[in-house]
């Protein structure tokens, strides 16, 4: 099993920002793409942004130039710095991540993580 957890959630004001991150731990054998989702209350999940294992990068277009994701491969680790946040990009980010595992190096899984808070006052 792989075990997502995400970081750096919280309140902030319209024009301000902040850094998301989300370490992977568990029985990893690889990680291929890594990825942040939204969901805004009585909206579907969208894509925000995602990044393959070889660093390639594909941002939603109401997030580019805002919105930057990393990834640090040694730490499993993927990150999403947001600037400029409005109020629109009041959310909960998942973290999330297609992985394989020891025991099963062959078979890709999707993994999520919890959820972390995003809140951009007006």
């Known amino acids: 099993q792989v075990q997502l957890v995400e970081s750096g959630g919280g309140l902030v004001q319209a024009g301000g920002s902040l850094r998301l991150s989300c370490a992977a731990s568990g029985s990893i054998f690889s990680i291929n793409a890594m990825g942040w989702y939204r969901q805004a209350p009585g909206k579907q999940r969208e894509l925000v942004a995602a990044i393959t294992s070889g660093g390639t990068t594909n941002h939603a277009d109401s997030v580019k130039g805002r919105f930057t994701i990393s990834r640090d491969n040694a730490k499993n680790t993927v990150y999403l710095q947001m600037n400029s946040l409005t109020p629109e990009d009041t959310a909960v980010y998942y973290c999330?991540?297609?992985?394989?595992?020891?025991?099963?190096?062959?078979?890709?899984?999707?993994?999520w993580g919890q959820g972390t808070q995003v809140t951009v006052s007006s």
């Open positions: 999330n991540a297609g992985a394989t595992t020891r025991s099963k190096p062959f078979i890709e899984y999707d993994y």
